[in-house]
């Protein structure tokens, strides 16, 4: 019989390993009706949205540099840049995102990355004992302490989103 996991799409099997080869205690779920946003996100997993990581890639001084900000939040282009040390920041194209991670818009996983120089993780999340990151589909999540987000990641903490 073969394991559900290597039924999943390249993507998902690629977040799923990483994880399996941490040793991390995380769920990978998939919700068919899709989690294309941090809302849609959180209601298909019955959460509120600030549990929902976006992984936002952006350019800093043509780096590539991923914020992990809250679901409910919008990442500040400036205090990214701040973290990063960088003079210029963008949001990254469609192309970069694809080049930089490995996975799709909308579907990007924290972990692995291709080109990501740097990662960062908003501090608002050490106050939850799970998250839910996306697991390489736009209906594909996994949900793990923040801890192990932050250590897998590679992240620093930083202060990333607006608080207006």
């Known amino acids: ?30 919700f068919p009706g899709g989690t294309p946003t941090a809302r849609a996100a959180a ?18 001084d043509g780096a590539f540099v991923l914020a992990l900000v809250p679901g409910d939040r919008r990442a500040d282009e400036r205090k990214v840049a701040a973290a990063a040390g960088a003079h210029t920041v963008r949001i990254a194209t469609p192309d970069e995102v694809v080049h930089a991670t490995g996975f799709e818009p909308g579907a990007v996983a924290p972990f692995p990355h291709r080109a990501v120089a740097r990662t960062f993780v908003d501090r608002l999340f050490l106050q939850h004992a799970r998250v839910w990151i996306g697991a390489g589909t736009d209906t ?6 923040p801890s192990d987000l932050q250590r897998l990641a590679g992240a620093r903490t930083a202060d990333l989103v607006t608080h207006s």
Request: with cysteine.
């Open 43 to 60: 209601e298909a997993i019955g959460c509120e949205p600030e549990l929902i990581v976006k992984s936002l890639l952006f350019v800093c």
């Open 140 to 145: 594909h999540m996994a949900a793990l302490a």
């Open 1 to 30: 019989m073969t394991p559900l996991s290597q039924l999943w799409p390249e993507p998902v099997q690629r977040v799923s390993a990483y994880l399996r080869a941490a040793a991390v205690d995380a769920t990978v779920q998939e």
